[in-house]
């Protein structure tokens, strides 16, 4: 399948996470992110080198600023289980607005075509690193990294956007 992009649907998916009174839920990316402007961005693991010394945490310090241009929500998701995401939620104590959603199984991030196979590495299924900004659900910005790189799905990328 092809990765998703500019002027598609969000599909609508399934993830989970853990909410402001720390109770396990399912939550519909449709509900989460119709009639709203969002940005979704996807690391490869929770824990890992680049995501929690520089993807991460740009969303989380520079969560106000994108929240001040119009962003509704800003929506973490990764292949790895909800506890696992809990604990590396609970890692970012000044966090606000980045909302941390498990993908256990991978399947949404194959609905948006961004699995990655790090098998090689011991790793699995994985997603590549994206960032999307959409507007009622329509991809408006559609920032896909190649390889390992962490070049265009940064914070800053999607301030320039907006």
Known sequence: MAPIGVGSTLPD???AWFDESDQLQQVSISSLAAGKKVILFGVPGAFTPTCSMQHVPGFVTQSEE???KGVDEILL???NDPFV???WAKSFP???H???LADGSGTYTKALGLELD???????LR????ALLADDLKVTVANIEEGGQFTISGAEEILKAL
């Not at 790090?118 to 699995?124: A, D, I, P, R, V």
């Not at 997603?127 to 994206?130: D, E, G, I, K, Y």
């Open 118 to 124: 790090l098998s090689e590495k011991g790793l699995g």
């Open 13 to 15: 998916g399934q993830l």
């Open 127 to 130: 997603s590549r690193r994206f």
């Open 98 to 100: 980045v909302k941390f």
């Open 66 to 68: 994108l929240k001040a």
């Open 77 to 79: 998701v990764s292949v």
């Open 85 to 87: 995401m809990k604990a």
């Open 94 to 96: 000044d966090n606000k």
